[in-house]
């Protein structure tokens, strides 16, 4: 399970709030699978992730281009790859329905990106946060 902290703060509200709702989701998600629900569970976390990364991703992509984030092409880049990641999931969903292993790799991935990417990047926000307020 993920805890959220201090750590994942990227400085701008609206960034963290929607990255706890991801925090949520992929913890449900763990649950599910632990307890052998995900194969009613998988559908709305694909949805999930679907809508969260047409609308997350567009949101924190403006803020970083709007603060001149050092970072922010390089998330365009990880925000790229993760969609396509997403897309390869749907796609074998769709075609292999649902086992076990998909259930427990989609968790794999959407938790181990998560903290690599707030963590790796999305952190680097803060610090545009701090310099813009000092301007």
């Keep these: 399970m993920l805890q959220w902290n201090a750590m994942y703060e990227s400085g701008v509200q609206e960034v963290d709030e929607q990255h706890k709702k991801l925090f949520e989701m992929v913890n449900a998600f763990d649950k599910s699978i632990r307890d052998q629900t995900a194969e009613k569970t998988i559908n709305e976390t694909l949805d999930f992730l679907g809508n969260y990364v047409q609308t997350h991703f567009k949101h924190e ?41 998909l259930a427990k790799e989609l968790h794999k991935t959407a938790e181990a990106w998560l903290v690599k990417h707030i963590c790796g990047i999305d952190v680097h926000l803060k610090f545009c946060v701090k310099k813009g307020a000092n301007a």
């Design 61 to 101: 992509e403006k803020c970083m281009a709007e603060m001149r984030c050092p970072v922010a092409e390089k998330n365009v880049h990880a925000h790229n790859a993760f969609l396509q990641t997403y897309t390869e999931f749907v796609q074998r969903f769709k075609s292999e329905g649902f086992s076990d292993v």
